[in-house]
């Protein structure tokens, strides 16, 4: 029988320790713990906007997209604030720029096939007669998927918080874990100041996940990736609002997310860390010169993420008390789903949601190691 003087405890409130701590809490009420190291809100993570979709790359992702949607409109309902603006979503492809043909939209359109996701392909003048704010060569395609929008990532994590507390959870800031020892009846966690007894422990601590996990398991190969995101002042902003312009990546001789203007006042675009201002200004110029206007400001992103690309969700191989997630750049769109998993490995060892890709024991995280 679990013992009710134990707590569940959470490392870690950025997108999926947050999570996890409002399913665990809405599950257990005041027996959650939630620590961080810093203060909440401080993560890696700079940047708001993040991209949600039901057509996806690949087909890990695909099969939990509808259901991600559902729980982000589900927290929604519970908490009212708006998490979620739909805008439709454009992924074009230059074939010039690229010199592959077919080789994104043709595996989009065969993932978006395999999981009966509705979308449009389109040529360069189908795209520029429906969102003529885009100026193209006629040497670009594009697919278009109306269930596509903007998350507000850093209002989801403050979301999850505040409703974790609202159900008895106990968030701790400037608490780093020194160490956790499994023990015969429970995982000891080792604070500054304290050591708490834990019946089952969620590491979520993105960059910091191997330093939790020293002695526990190998240590996860995880790469620290930056990404930048820029706001521009555009004076057009009824042209580039949700309702008239849609979230767009584009595949050409650089990869680019384009936002159109929601919270900030601002068109954002996010790019690589290594692509100066000139050639973004060179590229929007070219293809979206109305989306320009003065730079506001640059922010960082940083993703932690394994050699394959994919998040970690799963419990530790011989230590089912301690589970660990890594959310690999994607665990703001899909992070409260993702969140309700480990929660659910927390308190019945299982789910019933298909994350097998996401496993400690893949064969890409051991080849790697």
Same mark, same amino acid.
């Given at each position: 029988m679990p013992r009710t003087d134990l707590r569940h405890v959470v490392v870690g409130c950025g997108a999926l320790g947050s999570a996890a701590a409002y399913w665990l809490s809405r599950a257990l009420g005041a027996r959650v713990l939630v620590l961080e190291r810093d203060a909440p809100g401080r993560g890696a993570d700079e940047d708001h906007a993040r991209v949600l979709r039901y057509a996806q790359?690949? /087909?890990? %992702?695909?099969?939990?997209?509808? @259901?991600? %949607?559902a729980t982000w409109r589900d927290v929604e309902r519970v908490s009212g604030q708006t998490l979620v603006a739909e805008t439709g979503g454009l992924v074009i492809e230059d074939l010039a720029g690229r010199g592959a043909c077919g080789r994104v939209l043709g595996g989009h359109a065969a993932v978006a096939d395999r999981h009966d996701v509705d979308f449009e392909l389109?040529?360069?003048r189908a795209v520029q007669r429906r969102w003529? =704010?885009?100026?193209?060569?006629?040497? @670009?395609?594009?697919? %278009?998927q109306r269930r596509t929008g903007i998350l507000d990532a850093a209002r989801a994590d403050a979301t999850h918080l505040a409703l974790a507390r609202g159900h008895g959870a106990e968030v701790r800031a400037h608490?780093?874990?020194r160490a956790l020892r499994p023990t015969a009846g429970h995982v000891e966690v080792v604070l500054d100041d304290e050591v708490v007894r834990?019946?089952?422990? +969620?590491?979520?601590?993105?960059? &910091?996940?191997?330093?939790?996990?020293? &002695?526990?398991?190998?240590? +996860?190969? $995880?790469? $620290?990736? =930056? @990404? =930048? +995101?820029?706001? %521009?002042?555009?004076?057009?902003?009824?042209?580039?609002s949700p309702a008239r312009f849609p979230v767009f990546t584009w595949h050409g001789a650089q990869i +680019?997310?384009?936002?159109p203007v929601d919270g900030e006042v601002a068109t954002k675009l996010g790019h690589e860390a290594s692509t100066d201002a000139r050639r973004r200004h060179e590229f929007l110029a070219a293809?979206?010169?109305?989306?320009?206007?003065?730079?506001?400001?640059?922010?960082?992103? $940083?993703?932690?993420?394994?050699? /394959? &690309?994919?998040?970690?969700? /799963?419990? $530790?191989? &011989? @230590?089912?008390?301690?589970?660990?997630g890594v959310g690999a750049g994607h665990a703001s769109t899909f992070a409260s789903l993702l969140g309700r998993v480990l929660a659910e490995l927390a308190t019945t060892g299982t789910s019933r949601r298909p994350i097998g890709s996401f496993a400690l024991d893949r064969p890409a995280l051991a080849a790697a190691a």
């Open positions: 790359p690949r /087909d890990a %992702y695909a099969a939990l997209a509808r @259901e991600a %949607y389109l040529d360069a003529p =704010q885009f100026r193209l060569a006629g040497t @670009e395609e594009a697919m %278009y608490s780093p874990v834990a019946e089952h422990v +969620v590491v979520a601590a993105e960059a &910091g996940t191997n330093a939790v996990l020293d &002695g526990l398991v190998a240590p +996860v190969p $995880l790469t $620290l990736h =930056q @990404e =930048q +995101v820029t706001s %521009y002042a555009t004076p057009h902003l009824l042209d580039f +680019v997310h384009g936002f293809h979206v010169p109305g989306f320009l206007g003065p730079e506001i400001r640059t922010r960082t992103r $940083l993703s932690t993420i394994p050699p /394959d &690309g994919h998040p970690v969700v /799963d419990t $530790l191989p &011989g @230590e089912p008390r301690v589970s660990v």
